[in-house]
């Protein structure tokens, strides 16, 4: 009888009957091979991995992460809620200490979904790592949380939402962000002023293969969260770096799937993207269950794996080492960088337009963080959407000093209903969310 | 009339039935070293001064595969295995001739790899000569696509007694499941057959011509004809006649838990408007996880003859049992020994009984009088709080639909079915734990082997079509038909129902008995680009365990 060297868990929810729409790369079919694979694997059956059934999360969950525009029942369907509870549930897991580690293989997917929603974006709705982790604070008191997203499209909601956050740190390696979607994720992308460093972007060009993103793994995010130390690990683990996926370009495998998460050791792994579902899915996926469970996946190999299909040529090889070296550099400066930025601003904006392609949304925002000495300081998002609805947000994060506290609240109360239809606070000291129609 | 005969561990029960209910009910005991004496025993006093030509049949549910199983009293198997993408096959290396061999199939049923019948004539020369007899053979997605199976079949013809190919074993994935459970029915293949072409041999003797079934876990019965291919499900049909026994008193529209208490074990399930719950999977037994469809039971260490005893202070009641009870001539204390202490049984010493219970009375700082209560009380708690966990459990498994996570099926029993030896006197105790209806069976001491005479035929049938590939497959079925685009789940499920028709009545079924059901139908647009290819569809319907009907004593054959 099997057993595994590591107790793990899974949620496994295909969500059989949910689609963004029939011929979308988000529908009912995408894990029906995948879980062909996984029962005729018999994986739920090895002594040592245990199945969890998703549970819901609540709206109260989501509002800890998202102003969501105008309600959260608004922008989600049920789909959402199991598939972050499905998240939410293995992280419970493994606080409990039931299992050691634990993979969410879930969908609909949410790296793509950041602080604002007005709707879907790259196929995402909610961030369900986010939603996840800052319940996981809220009931375990986790403080820092270290997220590697080895999805090949940059992260950037997650990124949106951990950008001014010191106590998350989030490493994307993705494909460069000039020949994809949703175009950015540069290695200049470091961080807020409070938080410089803490965001870590690792492009990577078409064509980089097992060796090249093993070496990312390897040489630019382990000696990262060496330094970095962090109490919980999770990663988000998108599948279409794939050479089969049809809407990517690089050369990764199920084997180079697998080592990585042997090499990361992520507490808790959830799906995000990969829409390959015949070629690739059911062996990634199988790969990246084995690997947690320190089991042995070398026979997992695609049927059509070919060295041709694989091959990184010397280009994406130098190109990755001078990344390496930016990267690298980036981080050991990031003290010096993050001293300069607390003492040129009381306060940072930024302006921004943020497209949701999957909606057919344009936003755009304003964004003013309070540069605090003390705490990661009080975020104010003035947000206004095609759909008409103008908003204001107001972020008091977990650790906030008083003083930003009570910005944040001035901020919520004087919001008027000359600029703003609606008004909504988060603030994470009292684990409170408020809104109010102007 | 029909004969029940149901093995037990200490007792096989026998009854006769005919069309105004029971004529004759007797228990012989079960000699686990001789089954075939016992069964033989408990044959002739049944039939005595009965005229052979009344009987129309016995329904058998034996000990004899699972005690094998239990002690790995097995010849030798080969097993011989192909696999491709995935878990390395050597992990799931089971008896001492197992061999992997390439080939390979992916989850839509392409091959990637074809079979080498080189390697398989190597292989079946060295199982040959190391005297094997029985091979299994099971290929990764056979129940996908069986050709590898069959070209593997194909090259050991002639060379082997019995060859078992696993998709005709089960159309499920799992390919461990399906190793572990073709192994399994080859290994108890030559004693099932021995035993039941001895007895039936032995009943011609004596001028008995009635046909022979068998029961299997799930609550349902095949003839002998069917049983000589699938042996395994012959296993653990214990729990299943008790369970069979219970319907017929069971609220028709409601859930009930039953509770079938024996001398060693308590085992229970849960019956969903008089119709067993069924397990997902398979049976588990001695380590081997199977495919054998079963009633989703639960057994637990806790029975009248279970061992009492004090430890660290505190009062436990089983999972061991040290022989009888000392009331009955046993050396230690047991639940029924507390019965006898209470007054409450017809026979035994009681005085003998109140020796065993005094120490724990002792040790708990109570008269014997209320020590025997409390061993009394607490064995009443222990099943109920290990009947609610399997109904959490049961509750808790997982779902892969929106629709069924929301609207999910919770399973709630309303009412207690209490049956087997000390039944009468547990269901007033039960009452005071529970806010469950409990109910005794009636004829509780033998409504087990009156429920294997009334089992009706089960069995289920799955079909996979794919219209892209222009192919519905039911492998365990042997069947695979060219489709069109046209095809849809519609077509599907009339197909599969008209294949479970088929398998059902060449297992026994009577064709006006076949109640079928649709227990699974998903149906998948394949998309590639932009374009629909085709549609992915599964079906999976079954003949549900259920009594056959009055009438029909007569009418089978």
């Known amino acids: 009888m099997l057993s595994t060297k590591t107790k793990i868990g899974l949620v496994f929810f295909p969500a059989f009957d949910w689609a963004i729409d029939p011929t979308h790369p988000e529908r009912e079919e995408r894990l029906l091979y995948t879980q062909d694979q996984v029962f005729e694997e018999g994986l739920f059956d090895i002594d040592g991995i245990e199945e969890f059934k998703p549970g819901l999360v609540t709206v109260h969950d989501i509002q800890r992460v998202h102003f969501c525009v105008p309600s959260v029942e608004a922008v989600t369907t049920e789909s959402h809620l199991i598939s972050a509870g499905g998240a939410k549930t293995i992280g419970q897991a493994v606080l409990d200490k039931k299992i050691e580690r634990g993979f969410a293989l879930v969908r609909p997917p949410g790296h793509h979904a950041m602080r604002v929603v007005h709707g879907a974006r790259g196929f995402c709705n909610i961030n369900i790592e986010a939603v996840m982790i800052e319940y996981l604070r809220q009931a375990y008191g986790v403080r820092k949380v270290a997220i590697v997203d080895t999805d090949c499209h940059h992260g950037d909601g997650t990124q949106d939402i951990y950008w001014h956050d010191p106590d998350t740190l989030f490493i994307s390696i993705h494909q460069d962000g000039r020949t994809l979607y949703p175009g950015s994720g540069f290695a200049q992308e470091m961080g807020g002023p409070t938080a410089i460093g803490t965001t870590v972007n690792i492009p990577l060009p078409p064509k980089t293969g097992e060796a090249g993103i093993i070496q990312a793994v390897e040489e630019i995010v382990l000696p990262i969260l060496d330094d970095f130390k962090p109490d919980l690990i999770v990663n988000s683990a998108g599948q279409d770096n794939h050479y089969t996926d049809p809407i990517t370009n690089m050369n990764f495998t199920a084997q180079g799937y697998?080592?990585?998460?042997?090499?990361?050791?992520?507490?808790?792994?959830?799906?995000?993207?990969?829409?390959?579902?015949?070629?690739?899915?059911?062996y990634v996926n199988v790969g990246i269950v084995l690997a947690m469970a320190g089991l042995d996946y070398s026979k997992v190999v695609e049927p059509d794996n070919t060295p041709d299909k694989t091959y990184q040529p010397a280009e994406v090889t130098n190109w990755i080492n001078s990344i390496k070296e930016t990267t690298l550099n980036n981080w050991q400066n990031r003290e010096n960088l993050r001293r300069q930025a607390l003492k040129d601003n009381e306060f940072a904006t930024r302006s921004r337009s943020i497209y949701y392609d999957t909606d057919n949304i344009g936003e755009r925002q304003h964004e003013t963080i309070k540069v605090c000495p003390d705490c990661a300081g009080t975020i104010k998002i003035a947000s206004s959407s095609d759909l008409g609805k103008h908003i204001l947000a107001v972020h008091i994060p977990l650790h906030a000093c008083d003083v930003c506290k009570e910005t944040g609240y001035s901020w919520f109360e004087s919001a008027d209903a000359g600029n703003y239809d609606q008004a909504m606070l988060q603030d994470r000291t009292e684990d409170q969310f408020l809104s109010k129609t102007l | 009339m029909i004969i029940g005969?149901?093995?037990?561990?200490?007792?096989?029960?026998?009854?006769?039935?005919?069309?105004?209910?029971?004529?004759?009910?007797?228990?012989?005991?079960?000699?686990?070293?001789?089954?075939?004496?016992?069964?033989?025993?408990?044959?002739?006093?049944?039939?005595?001064?009965?005229?052979?030509?009344?009987?129309?049949?016995?329904?058998?549910?034996?000990?004899?595969?699972?005690?094998?199983?239990?002690?790995?009293?097995?010849p030798p198997v080969g097993i011989i295995v192909t696999a491709g993408p995935g878990i390395d096959p050597a992990l799931f290396s089971i008896g001492d001739h197992y061999y992997t061999a390439s080939g390979s199939v992916d989850h839509r049923g392409r091959e990637l790899e074809p079979v080498n019948p080189v390697e398989i004539q190597k292989i079946a020369q060295e199982l040959a000569s190391q005297g094997v007899r029985y091979v299994g053979v099971i290929s990764k997605f056979s129940v996908r696509n069986p050709a590898h199976e069959l070209a593997i079949e194909a090259e050991l013809k002639g060379k082997f007694e019995k060859v078992f190919l696993s998709h005709e074993i089960s159309g499920h994935l799992n390919f461990p499941r399906r190793i572990a459970t073709t192994y399994l029915n080859a290994a108890v293949y030559p004693i099932h057959k021995e035993f039941f072409s001895a007895v039936q041999q032995?009943?011609?003797?004596?001028?008995?011509?009635?046909?022979?079934?068998?029961?299997?876990?799930?609550?349902?019965t095949m003839n002998f004809a069917a049983s000589i291919d699938y042996p395994g499900q012959t296993m653990l049909s214990g729990p299943a006649a008790s369970v069979m026994g219970a319907i017929s008193h069971a609220d028709p529209n409601s859930e009930s838990l039953v509770l079938d208490i024996g001398g060693t074990t308590t085992d229970m399930a849960i019956l969903v408007n008089g119709v067993p719950l069924l397990d997902p999977t398979g049976i588990e037994l001695a380590g081997f996880k199977t495919l054998i469809r079963a009633m989703h039971t639960r057994s637990i260490g806790l029975g009248g003859d279970s061992l009492v005893s004090i430890t660290d202070g505190k009062l436990m009641i089983g999972p061991d049992r040290q022989g009888q009870a000392m009331a009955f001539g046993g050396s230690h204390p047991t639940p029924t020994d507390?019965?006898?202490?209470?007054?409450?049984?017809?026979?035994?010493?009681?005085?003998?009984a109140i020796r065993g219970i005094e120490p724990i009375a002792k040790a708990l700082g109570l008269t014997v009088e209320a020590a025997a209560h409390r061993i009394f009380d607490e064995a009443s708690k222990i099943i109920l709080s290990a009947a609610n966990e399997m109904i959490d459990q049961i509750n808790s498994k997982p779902v892969y639909t929106v629709h069924e996570l929301l609207e999910g099926y919770q399973v709630k029993p309303k009412e207690i079915l209490v049956l087997g030896g000390p039944a009468l006197f547990f269901a007033d105790q039960l009452k005071t734990h529970t806010s469950m209806k409990v109910r005794v069976v009636p004829n509780w001491q033998v409504a087990n082997a009156i429920g294997a005479a009334m089992a009706r035929t089960t069995c289920e049938v799955t079909l996979f079509a794919d219209t892209q590939l222009g192919r519905a497959n039911a492998p365990e079925e042997s069947f695979s038909e060219a489709i069109d685009k046209r095809f849809d789940d519609k077509k599907a499920v009339e197909m599969a129902f008209s294949l479970l028709k088929e398998k059902a009545i060449q297992m026994g079924a009577i064709e006006k008995n076949i109640e079928m059901e649709l227990i699974e139908n998903q149906q998948f647009n394949m998309v590639r680009g932009f374009f629909t290819t085709g549609k992915n569809i599964r079906i999976k319907v079954q003949v549900k365990p259920g009594l056959i009907k009055g009438n029909d004593l007569y009418s089978d054959r």
Do not use: C, M, W
């Open chain 1, 258 to 282: 697998a080592k990585i998460t042997s090499l990361l050791k992520p507490d808790i792994a959830v799906l995000e993207g990969g829409y390959s579902i015949e070629g690739a899915l059911p």
């Open chain 2, 5 to 74: 005969l149901d093995v037990g561990g200490t007792h096989t029960d026998v009854v006769l039935l005919g069309a105004s209910g029971l004529v004759r009910e007797l228990k012989v005991p079960t000699d686990q070293s001789n089954l075939f004496e016992t069964v033989l025993t408990g044959l002739k006093r049944i039939t005595e001064n009965i005229p052979p030509e009344s009987i129309t049949r016995a329904v058998f549910s034996t000990t004899l595969t699972t005690n094998a199983v239990v002690q790995k009293k097995f």
């Open chain 2, 202 to 220: 032995s009943l011609e003797n004596r001028g008995f011509q009635f046909p022979i079934r068998i029961l299997k876990p799930d609550g349902g």
């Open chain 2, 338 to 352: 507390a019965l006898a202490v209470l007054g409450k049984l017809p026979k035994g010493d009681r005085e003998a």
